[in-house]
């Protein structure tokens, strides 16, 4: 059976904080220790509400930000955002920029792909100027992070388009080399941020 026959049968489920910790723990639990995977899981209080599936992207943002104002109005350092938004290619990151018009008012918002962008550029503009929100494919993302063009200490929100079916009918955990790089960045940084209370995580 392929994946597609699967999901065309099945009514869409919004997804919910326990999918991703399963997601995490079937992911690393081959390989890690029982304490290892112990320092890899999120309490509830890491997630922000869940996208009940009734929402428009805008209207989920803010709902889970409704102090978006202040925090843009705040936010001013550089080779940062204060939300990310993840999701599985470069055509869907232009589909949600352009469907954030609503919430993201007058803030600055840079695509985070590597679709046609080069990673220097990125960089620069990263340098150069203040961003509120980045809208990207996690492995570009992972790879400024490595690189030090991105750093996650002013981030806030990180939300992952976790409901939406491509062409396909694939969300974007059922594509091996999209979660690969998705929990490869929040191994990386993004679980601990969460531990600590930094970052909130949301499912649209």
């Known amino acids: 059976k392929k994946i597609s026959d699967i999901l065309e049968k099945s009514a869409p489920k919004p997804g919910v904080p326990a999918d991703l ?5 079937q992911h690393f639990g081959e390989n890690r220790s ?7 899981k999120l309490s ?11 929402h428009s992207f805008s209207s989920y943002l803010k709902e889970i930000c ?8 705040n936010h001013k ?65 992972k790879a400024l992070v490595e690189q030090d063009g991105l750093c996650l200490n002013a981030t806030k929100y990180m939300v992952l388009d976790w409901n939406w079916r491509d062409q396909k009918l694939r969300r974007m955990m059922d594509i091996p080399e999209i979660k690969k790089e998705t929990i490869d960045l929040l191994e ?17």
């Open 77 to 141: 350092e550089k080779k940062s955002v204060v939300m990310l938004v993840i999701c599985s290619s470069a055509l869907r990151s232009l589909e949600l920029i352009k469907s954030m018009t609503a919430f993201k008012g007058d803030c600055r918002v840079l695509k985070l792909f590597a679709k046609h962008i080069k990673i220097k550029e990125q960089m620069s503009m990263l340098e150069k100027g203040v961003f509120h929100i980045g809208v990207g494919t996690p492995g570009r993302v």
């Open 44 to 54: 509830d209080s890491c997630f922000l509400p869940a996208n009940d599936l009734t």
């Open 34 to 40: 029982v304490i290892e995977i112990e320092e890899l």
């Open 188 to 204: 990386m940084s993004i679980i601990k941020l969460c531990r600590e209370g930094s970052v909130k995580l949301g499912l649209f």
């Open 66 to 73: 409704p102090k978006w104002a202040k925090l843009r109005k």
């Open 21 to 25: 910790q399963n997601l995490l723990s």
